[in-house]
């Protein structure tokens, strides 16, 4: 790989300081506007190896059934099955699996972590989720994962839900809270409301879950300097083993964004870029005063010797997973492929015994590199041994140019092994990595 030739000025790039449409949390890399339905063969093929030795695997499960659609949501989720609907789901979400389990890539492969997602993977009944995750466990057994993710809205549970969700073997309970004040909750369309927060942390923690997570989205609509420091107060008092703070964007597919075209705006009603860092950093230095450890971007940890992020940190790292459910996303050998992104679609391709993969993509080499840096940065630091050991590339030399901007406007240091964000750097990091992302990809939409 040669490094890259072109020179720019070392001016950073320009501040979008209002909150406009459009995805800003890089995920995965290329962006999924690339991945096409013509490279479903590539997919297909990958499936048909044999994995590679050492990648662990991993499993997710979308459950995309809600009580209410928040308005900034731009997940698949449906808020209008019916429990016929939702079983039929879960059936051919477990045909889909089954059909996994016998391929050449797993071959006695057990998981390294599975991961419930949604939607609101708590909106099940208890019932099915024993026999959803009795009926996994048979066709590939957890019994060597080391996490399992469960991530719930807080009104979806009771003490006895809760307990259920604990004997299924869930080792980390993610619960939505996103905000403190009803009044936020409830003019962003959340279902549930402070009293079930409280309600169901204390449950959780009277079951013993090894980690308990909550979730908060700085910026939200009608949000405020004072109602966001009482959000971190609040956090704060029921001390979570970890906490997990995204900064609000506005996608196409999100009822704020058809609110925005209908009434001609350009700009979200959110706040705006600046405050949502500060409002992050201030969570942040609350946290480290309480004794927590900024542990990446979006999270700080009570305790990093014992509280990890097994699905991120082996996603990071080039993990295969296995995506079961509508829209969900997968990576097996190298090669990036989405289920059917709508609900019918979906169940017929299963009811045909056919896997519902309907777009593709097979990274360069190039790529490859780039995807593991740019997510591996959501960390603060990435090792440049580790790059040169597992992937070949001579971080300073191939990407010298994006490299040395960083390092003039400020946000990165070379400290020995390590390439390390600032503070001020990792809070803009999803902006930032795209200095490192191919021309073509720069300006490209993500989605």
Partial sequence: MSATAAVRPATPPPVEHQTTVGNYFVSNYPPFSFWKPEHVAEARAALARPAQPGVPLGVYLHIPFCRKRCHFCY??????????????????????LQ???????????????????????????????????DQMKALLPWDAAEEVTFECEPGTLSDHKLKTIRELGVTRLSLGVENFSDHVLEINGRAHRSPEIRRAYHFARELDFPQINIDLIAGMVEETEENWRDCVRQTL?????SVTIYQMEVPYNTQIYQEMKAQGKLAAPVADWDTK??????AFGEMERAGYTVASAYTAVKDPARTRFVYRDSLWRGADLIGLG?????????????????????????????????????????????????????????????????????????????????????FLAIDGD?????????????????????????????A
């Avoid at 997940?75 to 889909?96: G, H, N």
């Avoid at 071959?107 to 939607?119: D, E, L």
């Avoid at 008092?237 to 083993?241: F, G, K, T, Y």
């Fill in 277 to 282: 860092r500060r409002w992050v950093d201030y």
């Fill in 99 to 133: 059909q996994y389990a016998t391929m050449p890539f797993i071959s006695g492969r057990k998981p390294q972590f599975v991961y419930f997602g949604g939607g609101t993977p708590s909106y099940l009944s208890e019932s099915q989720l024993r026999q959803l995750t």
């Fill in 75 to 96: 997940f698949r989720v449906y808020t209008d099955k019916d429990s016929t609907a939702i079983k039929a789901y879960l059936d051919l979400a477990l045909r889909e």
């Fill in 237 to 241: 008092q029921l001390a979570p083993d």
């Fill in 418 to 446: 390590w390439l390390r964000f600032s503070r001020e750097g990792l809070l803009q990091v999803d902006r930032l990595v795209h200095e490192f992302f191919l021309p073509e990809h720069r300006h490209a939409r993500y």
């Fill in 326 to 410: 509508v829209a969900s996303f997968s990576h097996v050998n190298g090669t990036h492929f989405q289920n059917q992104h709508d609900f019918e679609p979906y169940l017929a391709e299963l009811r045909q015994d056919r896997l519902p993969i309907y777009r593709a993509l097979t990274p360069t080499e190039r790529e490859r590199v780039i995807r593991e840096l740019v997510l591996q940065f959501k960390l603060g630091r990435v090792s440049r041994h580790y790059f040169a050991t597992k992937l070949g590339a001579d971080l300073t030399t191939v990407f010298a140019e994006p490299i040395r901007r960083l390092r003039e406007w400020g």
